[in-house]
């Protein structure tokens, strides 16, 4: 890592953002660690890490955002927002809303285009979303990680909302899976009668004190009660078990979203997907529209306990690249279950 200097202009619709605080996610571990293909290292690299933080305005060149405005950083940036042409053509759901997390030009911080770890972003003013101010810092980071769980449940909304039966499974037993299972608990109200955890890791479950909690090692998948909706968020080598131990539990008619990153190509059971009727949905970005309602539903004070669990007892300063260099490798080498939190001010280096 080396430190660098970007002059970058300001346009009308722009905000500039001094970043105060950013989570690390796997993602920019495998890039800090060089666990992506070769290909895709030359094609992204060299960048700014981090997409998962929140910062405070200190130019506007936007009516919906003011200087000193506390704000949400959206890493998802549409590509029209940058002038990368028109907004594409697209065959799904609501056009606008999928353009707007799936668009082919749009363009992701920490993903081939600069991220939060720089001490000031230029960001479209859309990208830069206001924090009420009954939200501390703290639960307002865990936003871009609650919106990509919000954006893949909200491919099921009609399902859990319909009926007071409809039954979930989530896979995984860290962050994301985390995350999704509180969202299901506190956004859509499901509890342990409705809602069960599937891990691996003992300890790791016992976290989920909201939901029925179930080992995956002595489940016997074939035979139980089937489950409507199943959300997969392992990820990596894990996600063939568990998308696979998640066709067995699904029931006929059934939805598997498909949310854990895999580096390869994962074989599953198509035998019984088409069997049983399954549609799969992929999500793992969200955009804008996502990011209010995500805050709105993060004002409750009980979801905020939920969140508070994946918290870490302090945050990590980061006054220079030493520093960031430093959590970067402590990250990459001690996996935690709480995510790490990386507090900036650039300005005393
Ligand atoms: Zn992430």
Same mark, same amino acid.
């Given at each position: 890592?080396?430190?660098?200097?970007?002059?970058?202009?300001?346009?009308?619709?722009?905000?500039?953002?001094?970043?105060?605080?950013?989570?690390?996610?796997?993602?920019?571990?495998?890039?800090?660690?060089?666990?992506?293909?070769?290909?895709?290292?030359?094609?992204?690299?060299?960048?700014?890490?981090?997409?998962?933080?929140?910062?405070?305005?200190?130019?506007?060149?936007?009516?919906?955002?003011?200087?000193?405005?506390?704000?949400?950083?959206?890493?998802?940036?549409?590509?029209?927002?940058? +002038?990368?042409?028109?907004?594409? /053509? *697209?065959?799904?759901?609501?056009?606008? $809303?999928?353009?707007? =997390?799936? %668009?082919?030009?749009?363009?992701?911080?920490?993903?081939?285009?600069?991220?939060?770890?720089?001490?000031?972003?230029?960001?479209?003013?859309?990208?830069?979303?206001?924090?009420?101010?009954?939200?501390?810092?703290?639960?307002?980071?865990?936003?871009?990680?609650?919106?990509?769980?919000?954006?893949?449940?909200?491919?099921?909304?009609?399902?859990?909302?319909?009926s007071q039966n409809t039954t979930?499974?989530?896979?995984?037993?860290?962050?994301?899976?985390?995350?999704?299972?509180?969202?299901?608990?506190?956004?859509?109200?499901?509890?342990?009668?409705r809602?069960?955890?599937?891990?691996?890791?003992?300890?790791?479950?016992?976290?989920?004190?909201?939901?029925?909690?179930?080992?995956?090692?002595?489940?016997?998948?074939?035979?139980?009660? +089937?489950?409507d909706?199943?959300? /997969? *968020?392992?990820?990596?080598?894990?996600? $063939?078990?568990?998308? =696979?131990? %998640?066709?067995?539990?699904?029931?006929?008619?059934?939805?598997?979203?498909?949310?854990?990153?895999?580096?390869?190509?994962?074989?599953?059971?198509?035998?019984?997907?088409?069997?049983?009727?399954?549609?799969?949905?992929?999500?793992?970005?969200?955009?804008?529209?996502?990011?209010?309602?995500?805050?709105?539903?993060?004002?409750?004070?009980?979801?905020?306990?939920?969140?508070?669990?994946?918290?870490?007892?302090?945050?990590?300063?980061?006054?220079?690249?030493?520093?960031?260099?430093?959590?970067?490798?402590?990250?990459?080498?001690?996996?935690?279950?709480?995510?790490?939190?990386?507090?900036?001010?650039?300005?005393?280096?």
């Amino acid at each position: 890592m080396e430190e660098v200097t970007v002059n970058r202009t300001i346009n009308e619709g722009e905000v500039v953002v001094e970043p105060l605080i950013a989570s690390i996610c796997h993602a920019d571990l495998r890039y800090f660690m060089g666990q992506r293909k070769p290909e895709v290292l030359t094609k992204k690299l060299p960048m700014a890490l981090l997409h998962e933080g929140i910062g405070r305005v200190v130019e506007s060149k936007s009516n919906s955002v003011s200087v000193g405005d506390r704000v949400v950083i959206v890493p998802n940036i549409p590509g029209h927002l940058l +002038k990368k042409g028109h907004p594409e /053509e *697209c065959s799904s759901y609501s056009q606008q $809303e999928f353009i707007a =997390n799936y %668009g082919e030009k749009n363009v992701f911080l920490g993903s081939g285009y600069d991220g939060i770890a720089q001490n000031r972003l230029v960001l479209p003013a859309e990208c830069a979303i206001p924090i009420p101010d009954s939200l501390p810092n703290e639960i307002a980071v865990l936003s871009e990680l609650c919106t990509v769980s919000y954006h893949a449940l909200s491919r099921v909304k009609q399902k859990l909302e319909s009926s007071q039966n409809t039954t979930v499974a989530v896979f995984g037993d860290g962050p994301v899976g985390y995350l999704t299972a509180a969202m299901i608990h506190h956004v859509y109200n499901l509890g342990p009668e409705r809602l069960t955890v599937f891990g691996a890791i003992d300890e790791k479950l016992k976290q989920f004190t909201f939901a029925s909690r179930k080992l995956v090692q002595n489940y016997d998948f074939k035979s139980s009660k +089937k489950v409507d909706i199943i959300v /997969e *968020c392992t990820g990596g080598a894990f996600s $063939e078990h568990a998308i =696979n131990q %998640g066709i067995d539990l699904a029931a006929r008619g059934g939805t598997i979203i498909l949310m854990g990153v895999s580096e390869d190509r994962v074989p599953i059971n198509t035998r019984d997907v088409l069997e049983k009727g399954l549609s799969l949905y992929g999500s793992s970005r969200s955009s804008s529209a996502d990011y209010h309602a995500v805050m709105k539903a993060m004002e409750n004070i009980e979801y905020q306990k939920t969140l508070r669990a994946i918290l870490p007892k302090s945050n990590t300063p980061i006054h220079n690249l030493s520093d960031f260099q430093t959590a970067m490798k402590s990250a990459s080498e001690h996996r935690h279950w709480e995510k790490i939190i990386l507090d900036f001010d650039w300005s005393a280096s």
